[in-house]
C-alpha cells in the first residue's frame, strides 16, 4: 500500500474515531447508585432503567436492594450497566475478606470500596485507625489475588489533627501501598475544611477513584462525617471547584469518577449534573 492510499485510509477512519473517542467520553462518568437510594426502595427496576436512561454506563453499587444476585445481575445486564466499583462495610472487611472478594467479582468489579471505619461519635482516634490499617492491609491482599483493588472512601473525620499531620496522614502512611489506595469524595474532603486539590497534589499515586459531588455555597464545615443532605447541589453550582480538581485528577491519571448526589432532589438533579461533567470536555 502507498503512502497516499495510506493517507487516505487514515482520513476515512477519522470520522469513525471521533465517534469512538466521543462515546468514551460521554460513558467516562458513572454514577453511585446510592443516589437513587429512596427509588430503589419503591422500584428497582424501573430505577434500574432509569440510570440507563440518564445516560450512565458505569456505577458503584451500594447494596443489592434485596434482590438476589441473579435477579441483579440480569437487571445490570438488560441495562447495559458495568460494575467498576463494589462497596462493602468494614465488619465484612474485618471478618470475610475472601467472601467479599468473591462476590464483588461475580459482578465484574474492579474495586472494592469501604465507605466508613468504625468509631464512636465524635471520637475518631489512633486507635480506631491502627485497626483499620490491619484489616484494610490484611483485606487487600486477599481482594488483589482475586484481581481487584481495594479502596477506602473518607469521609472527613480521618483530618484530626495527630502528630505533624492528620490522622489522614498517618493512615496513608501506614497502609500498604502495594494494596490499599483511596476513593476521594469531594464534597466530604471540603467538608472537613480541606482542600481536594491540595491533596491530590500531595498524594498523586494513593487516589484511584473519585466521587463527584457539589456543596452548597455558605455550607458550615464540619469534621465528623456527617452534613445536611440537601447541602448536594448540582455540579459547578457549587463550592467545591469540580472543574478544576477533575483536570488535576485527569492529568495523575485517575479514570473512574462517579457522581453521586445524596439529596432528596437527585433524580432532577444528577442529569444537570452529568450534562455540566459533558460540557468540561467540549
Not at 488483589?144 to 495527630?162: D, I, N
Not at 473519585?210 to 458550615?220: A, F, P
Given at each position: 500500500m502507498t503512502l497516499a492510499s495510506r493517507v487516505c485510509k487514515a482520513i476515512l477512519l477519522l470520522?469513525?474515531?471521533?465517534?469512538?473517542?466521543?462515546?468514551l467520553l460521554a460513558q467516562e462518568y458513572g454514577l453511585q447508585l446510592y443516589s437513587l437510594r429512596n427509588q430503589f426502595a419503591q422500584d428497582v427496576p424501573g430505577t434500574m432503567a432509569k440510570v440507563?436512561?440518564?445516560?450512565?454506563?458505569?456505577v458503584e453499587m451500594a447494596g443489592t436492594y434485596g434482590m438476589q444476585f441473579p435477579d441483579v445481575i440480569k437487571l445490570l445486564a438488560q441495562n447495559k450497566l458495568n460494575v467498576v466499583s463494589f462497596g462493602t462495610d468494614f465488619d465484612r472487611l474485618e471478618k470475610a475478606p475472601q467472601q467479599v472478594a468473591e462476590e464483588a467479582r461475580s459482578y465484574g468489579a474492579q474495586f472494592i470500596v469501604c465507605f466508613w471505619i468504625p468509631h464512636a461519635e465524635n471520637g475518631f482516634n489512633v486507635e480506631d485507625v491502627d485497626r483499620a490499617i490491619a484489616v484494610f492491609n490484611n483485606a487487600a491482599k486477599i481482594i488483589?489475588?482475586?484481581?481487584?483493588?481495594?479502596?477506602?472512601?473518607?469521609?472527613?473525620?480521618?483530618?484530626?489533627?495527630?502528630q505533624d499531620g492528620t490522622l489522614f496522614d498517618y493512615l496513608m502512611k501506614k497502609l500498604d501501598q502495594r494494596y490499599v489506595y483511596m476513593e476521594m469524595d469531594v464534597f466530604w474532603i471540603r467538608q472537613a475544611g480541606q482542600d481536594p486539590l491540595a491533596l491530590l497534589k500531595k498524594y498523586p499515586t494513593r487516589f484511584v477513584l473519585?466521587?463527584?459531588?457539589?456543596?452548597?455555597?455558605?455550607?458550615?464545615d464540619s469534621d465528623?462525617?456527617?452534613?445536611?443532605?440537601?447541602?448536594?447541589?448540582?455540579?459547578?453550582?457549587?463550592?467545591?471547584?469540580?472543574?478544576?480538581?477533575?483536570r488535576e485528577a485527569k492529568k495523575l491519571g485517575i479514570k473512574h469518577y462517579f457522581i453521586e448526589d445524596e439529596s432528596s432532589n437527585a433524580e432532577e438533579q444528577l442529569p444537570k449534573s452529568l450534562a455540566y461533567l459533558k460540557s468540561l470536555q467540549q
Open positions: 470520522p469513525c474515531l471521533f465517534i469512538l473517542t466521543t462515546s440507563k436512561e440518564m445516560g450512565f454506563r458505569n488483589a489475588s482475586y484481581g481487584m483493588l481495594l479502596c477506602y472512601h473518607p469521609h472527613g473525620y480521618e483530618f484530626k489533627r495527630y473519585m466521587h463527584l459531588k457539589d456543596r452548597k455555597v455558605g455550607t458550615s465528623n462525617g456527617h452534613s445536611d443532605n440537601e447541602a448536594n447541589v448540582v455540579l459547578g453550582t457549587g463550592d467545591v471547584g469540580i472543574a478544576e480538581i477533575i
